[in-house]
């Protein structure tokens, strides 16, 4: 079971990102699948966004309405549109899974990916 996470650059503020979240060994469309960061120096916030196995979706109160997360079966790939992005949003972002439904557990997510580096200039 490998996650690998890709989309991450370079962008100045207000533009916008896709990272994706390629899984292999298992179908995205029976595990849940969250978002999650970790900028320099702090440690790893919380669920950003996740998608459950059965197509619901949660973002935090923090990202709602610029974070936005979805899933193409075919593709077996979690998607993270992020838009109008704040130099706050600098961070290591993670995509992990876990078999079943969604949870607000860190600690649940039994599968990560290694991360994309975004990094927003003011």
């Known amino acids: 079971v490998q996650l690998q996470a890709s989309g991450g650059g370079l962008v100045q503020a207000g533009g916008s990102l896709r990272l994706s979240c390629v899984a292999s060994?298992?179908?995205?469309?029976?595990?849940?699948v969250g978002w999650f960061r970790q900028a320099p120096g702090k440690e790893r916030e919380g669920v950003l966004c996740?998608?459950?196995?059965?197509?619901?979706?949660y973002c935090a109160d923090s990202v709602k309405g610029r974070f936005t997360i979805s899933r193409d079966n075919d593709k077996n790939t979690v998607y993270l549109q992020i838009d109008s992005l704040k130099p706050e949003d600098t961070a290591v972002y993670y995509c992990?899974?876990?078999?079943?439904?969604?949870?607000?557990?860190?600690?649940?997510?039994?599968?990560w990916g290694q991360g994309t580096l975004v990094t927003v200039s003011s």
């Open positions: 060994g298992f179908r995205s469309s029976v595990y849940t």
């Open positions: 992990a899974g876990r078999l079943g439904s969604m949870t607000y557990d860190v600690r649940s997510y039994r599968y």
């Open positions: 996740a998608r459950s196995n059965v197509g619901s979706t």
